[in-house]
């Protein structure tokens, strides 16, 4: 593509195209559906930038949902995921096309590698970003972010300094549904990829085998001290097998041994958008609730009537977990 | 392999959050009665750094912070835990800072030292404001290279063999010297100081002090002026609002669950009773 078509490039939302772990990590996806909203206000379009060797078959589903362009820089050295290459790359795309706004994802490489970009782009950057919003006014991105622990959320602009960016917390944002029939623009502009990395991963294994994500499963039983031991809160696996849920939990039942730190739900773990979440035996931390609000429904299960859990839930049943949860799984085994 | 290194650690003084308090009526922090505290992941980077130059037979440790006079607390401290000296950059100007104009401030301290650091330590990210950008930002303005997230170390030569997590990933990685590494908290335990130690570091040793001129800095590139982002606001996360109660006996909890189940459609609905 000539580059006098290249700069009518009308997208100047851009978002960070992560495709690693693509049927699980929908984060990507996520970000294209608000990045529609951000578009709409500003009265431009998306672009998705995307890194990587051999990766058309990403930018097609980019565009089913819902980016108006794809920028793809399609190369060998830009296979391993590598913040000083892709730093320098996108840094040139970001100067030469100049974007009003740029989204990532707030995994674990987003926010290793946007910080950097925005150093050198001299710009601002807010991180693990729970909502986004234009200005109609000003026509600024208010970027929430969650501080002190997440007992506060930030509104933070960026008022001079372009783009505006953003890493954002997975599972915020709901993904349009796949639309085969959607039309969009797939370039590939020039790039010089610089290949000596000062770091090289040598070896990369996963962490856990892969169960279901909690933030795209749709019931979520999740469990906290008030279960009172590991054994009544393993109990919460056979409740969500029942269910075909997952299982979550709280910041002190991980720091027990109770569950691995990938159930964490909250302002340091998961977020969910589920249909339901049940909770049972947590009192309600803000540090937690952050995790839960998502969700379509909230059932809590907690002895305290008082517990700030009961402030969220849609249905609070005062009882112990420790008696009901039993109780509970005879009920339903019976039914099966 | 018993070269000498010579380490930075970067830290911040930070509010213990579990005891803050919030005035929701102006939508700030009450710092009031609230202790002050070294943002505990800087101390995991500090005793990483205490435990590299003793696998090294020697090196030297600068602990760096930037805040207000009174963050020179956190210095004594690392003194006390065994770094060789503390510099705090402390000027009115530096107030109001974002991570861009904060990355800047401390890049300007290292290149102001003698001798340039073989590695240079950061905690993973600060409870207050839990952004983690100051490591990366710093490394990007001093051209090093960068690993976050860091829970393994091992000197090898003029390079490191680290771990870390990533995105469910365990990852092996090799970063050539001099290079900054932010650190989480399963990298080490955190030794608790004596009180003698702390007495000692309070009343004997020079903390070095730096400001705006001494960095060479402009007015507009440090604190707010410099900073790229604004807080427009704090404000309260969005709480839903409570629903039904149900109290009564296990059973009637169970059933009444169950029936919220079946009307949500997640059970079947079962003929009869």
Redesign the interface.
């Known amino acids: 593509m000539r580059k006098t078509e290249i700069n009518k490039i009308p997208g100047r939302v851009w978002v960070f195209g992560d495709y690693?772990?693509y049927f699980q990590n929908r984060i990507t996806l996520q970000l294209i559906a608000k990045a529609r909203d951000l578009a709409e206000t500003l009265n431009t379009g998306i672009t998705v930038v995307l890194l990587g060797e051999q990766i058309h078959q990403y930018a097609m589903e980019y565009v089913a949902h819902g980016a108006d362009t794809v920028m793809v820089a399609d190369h060998s050295n830009l296979k391993e995921y590598e913040?000083?290459t892709y730093?320098t790359v996108l840094a040139k795309w970001a100067k030469e096309y100049q974007p009003e706004i740029f989204l990532a994802g707030a995994?674990?490489?987003g926010?290793?590698?946007f910080?950097?970009l925005?150093?050198?782009l001299?710009?601002?950057?807010?991180?693990?970003c729970v909502d986004l919003e234009v200005d109609p006014e000003t026509s600024l991105l208010?970027q929430t972010t969650?501080?002190?622990?997440?007992?506060?959320?930030?509104?933070?602009?960026?008022?001079?300094?372009r783009p505006q960016m953003a890493t954002v917390h997975p599972g915020i944002f709901r993904e349009f549904p796949h639309n085969s029939e959607a039309i969009g623009r797939i370039i590939y502009p020039e790039v010089d990829v610089f290949s000596e990395?000062?770091?090289?991963?040598?070896?990369?294994?996963?962490?856990?085998k892969g169960k279901v994500s909690l933030e795209d499963a749709s019931?979520v039983i999740a469990g906290g001290m008030g279960l009172g031991s590991k054994g009544q809160f393993e109990l919460l696996n056979e409740l969500a097998a029942i269910?075909e849920g997952e299982v979550g939990a709280t910041r002190p039942a991980i720091l027990a041994g109770w569950a691995d730190e990938?159930r964490l739900l909250g302002q340091t773990g998961k977020s969910v958008k589920a249909?339901?979440v049940?909770s049972i035996g947590t009192s309600g931390a803000?540090q937690y609730t952050?995790g839960i609000?998502g969700a379509e429904?909230?059932?809590a299960?907690n002895r305290d009537?008082n517990a700030p859990i009961?402030?969220?839930?849609?249905?609070?049943?005062?009882?112990?977990g420790k008696?009901?949860l039993p109780?509970?799984l005879e009920?339903?085994r019976r039914?099966i | 392999m018993t070269e000498s290194i010579n380490i930075v650690v970067f830290i911040k003084q930070v509010?213990d959050?579990?005891s803050?308090r919030?005035d929701e009526q102006r939508?700030t922090?009450i710092r009031e009665g609230v202790e002050s505290i070294i943002n505990p992941l800087d101390c995991v980077a500090l005793q990483a750094a205490l435990e590299l130059r003793e696998g090294q037979g020697g090196g030297n440790i600068t602990a760096i912070t930037m805040g207000p006079p009174q963050s020179e607390e956190v210095l004594r401290e690392a003194l006390a835990a065994g770094a060789d000296q503390g510099i705090l950059l402390t000027d009115p100007a530096f107030a109001g800072a974002?991570?861009?104009a904060t990355?800047h401030v401390l890049a300007r301290a290292v290149s102001k030292l003698r001798q340039f650091p073989d590695l240079l330590l950061c905690g993973m990210q600060s409870?207050?404001?839990?952004?983690?950008?100051?490591?990366?930002?710093l490394?990007?303005?001093l051209d090093l290279?960068?690993?976050?997230?860091v829970n393994e170390i091992h000197i090898d030569g003029k390079s490191l063999?680290l771990k870390r997590?990533?995105?469910?990933?365990?990852?092996?990685?090799?970063?050539?010297l001099p290079?900054l590494l932010t650190v989480n908290k399963d990298l080490c335990p955190v030794r608790d100081l004596s009180l003698g130690e702390i007495e000692v570091a309070f009343s004997q040793r020079e903390i070095i002090r730096w400001t705006s001129s001494d960095l060479n800095l402009q007015r507009d590139e440090v604190g707010l002026r410099g900073?790229?982002?604004?807080?427009?606001?704090?404000?309260?996360?969005?709480?839903?609002?409570?629903?039904?109660?149900?109290?009564?006996s296990?059973?009637t909890?169970?059933d009444?669950?169950?029936q919220?189940?079946e009307s949500?459609s997640?059970?079947d609905e079962?003929d009869g009773n």
């Open positions: 690693r772990e913040v000083e730093t995994t674990s490489f926010r290793e590698f910080p950097r925005a150093k050198r001299s710009t601002g950057l807010s991180a693990d208010v969650p501080s002190f622990g997440g007992e506060l959320l930030a509104e933070v602009i960026t008022p001079d300094r990395p000062r770091v090289k991963v040598t070896r990369s294994r996963p962490q856990s019931v269910l990938d249909k339901l049940i803000l952050t609000q429904t909230v059932i299960i009537p009961f402030r969220i839930a849609d249905l609070g049943l005062v009882a112990d008696t009901v109780l509970l009920t339903l039914r | 509010p959050v579990p803050i919030i939508m922090i974002d991570t861009l990355s409870i207050d404001s839990d952004t983690g950008h100051v490591g990366p930002q490394a990007e303005e290279p960068q690993v976050c997230g063999v997590l990533s995105d469910g990933f365990v990852d092996t990685v090799r970063v050539s290079a900073s790229a982002t604004h807080v427009r606001k704090l404000r309260s996360p969005a709480t839903r609002t409570g629903g039904k109660i149900v109290t009564g296990p059973q909890i169970v009444t669950l169950i919220k189940l949500m997640i059970l079962e």
